[in-house]
């Protein structure tokens, strides 16, 4: 199951070799990127990816970690969730080489909410450590959390079947902020999250109770710095995410 509203994380395994494909090279700075007659936008230092003609045994550069009906790409995402078979979540998982601080960070990725409810959504992004991490995990009874170092903070907001979300998840020397379609929620401090998973990992979710269900992400970006939602990342061809 995915992490649990108690922000209490499982312990994924960990068995992947080297870097994935679509991850950049730790300590690889963003850069603004403008083609001709597009809109600028900026290269995601850790991780960029529009779900594009993702295929092979690494898909995008993730490893698939939950039976092959859970996860289906399309030509420009992936659906993760319910495979009408008895299993409920959808995982992929990365490793990641870089030095990832989660007190300064940004994620920002685009969904489609599940057709029907009940359902979650999650991204985790840890650190060298696994202690460290970085997190927002939306439900769709309207709770929230986001997970910043080893302390947790919740929130509301509101589920709609079949919408489409803009998620920007940034930390500011600690303090998180999180936006959804450029909205911001207002976070409440939980206490503590310090549960372990493994280190130096990205996982992307999706769960739900009901057959066939699935949520769909259109892409993903993770940058080592603190970026505000207004930032317009680039897919990994250079042009601009939306």
Request: proline fraction near 9%; charge should be negative; include cysteine.
């Given at each position: 199951?995915?992490p649990?509203k108690?922000g209490?994380?499982?312990?994924p395994?960990t068995?992947?070799g080297?870097p ?6 730790s300590g ?30 690494t898909p ?13 790409f399309t ?5 993760l969730?319910?495979d009408?078979?008895g ?8 490793p990641?080489?870089?030095t990832?601080?989660p ?5 920002q990725?685009?969904v ?20 460290g ?9 309207g709770t929230?959390f986001?997970?910043?170092g ?7 907001w ?7 979300i ?14 959804l ?14 549960n372990f998973?493994?280190p130096?990992?990205?996982l ?8 066939n269900n699935?949520v ?9 710095t ?8 680039c ?8």
């Amino acid at each position: 199951m995915l992490p649990g509203k108690c922000g209490c994380p499982g312990n994924p395994a960990t068995p992947f070799g080297g870097p994935a494909s679509g991850l950049w090279p730790s300590g690889s700075a963003g850069a603004e990127s403008a083609a001709a007659g597009l809109v600028s936008c900026r290269m995601a230092n850790l991780i960029a990816t529009c779900f594009t003609a993702c295929v092979g045994a690494t898909p995008c550069g993730f490893f698939p970690a939950t039976p092959p009906g859970t996860i289906q790409f399309t030509a420009n995402s992936v659906l993760l969730g319910n495979d009408g078979s008895g299993n409920s979540l959808g995982l992929l998982a990365a490793p990641h080489a870089a030095t990832f601080d989660p007190l300064n960070a940004t994620l920002q990725f685009k969904v489609i909410e599940f057709n029907q409810f009940p359902g979650n959504f999650v991204v985790i992004i840890t650190d060298s450590t696994g202690f460290g991490v970085f997190q927002v995990q939306l439900f769709s009874d309207g709770t929230l959390f986001v997970v910043v170092g080893a302390l947790q903070y919740n929130g509301t907001w509101t589920p709609v079947a079949g919408a489409e979300i803009l998620v920007h998840y940034e930390t500011i020397a600690g303090v998180p902020h999180l936006f959804l379609n450029n909205v911001e929620v207002s976070l409440t401090l939980f206490g503590p999250n310090a549960n372990f998973i493994s280190p130096n990992i990205i996982l992307v979710g999706g769960e739900s109770s009901v057959p066939n269900n699935k949520v769909t992400y259109d892409f993903l970006f993770v940058d080592t710095t603190s970026l505000p939602p207004t930032v317009n990342f680039c897919c990994p061809d250079g042009t601009p995410s939306r």
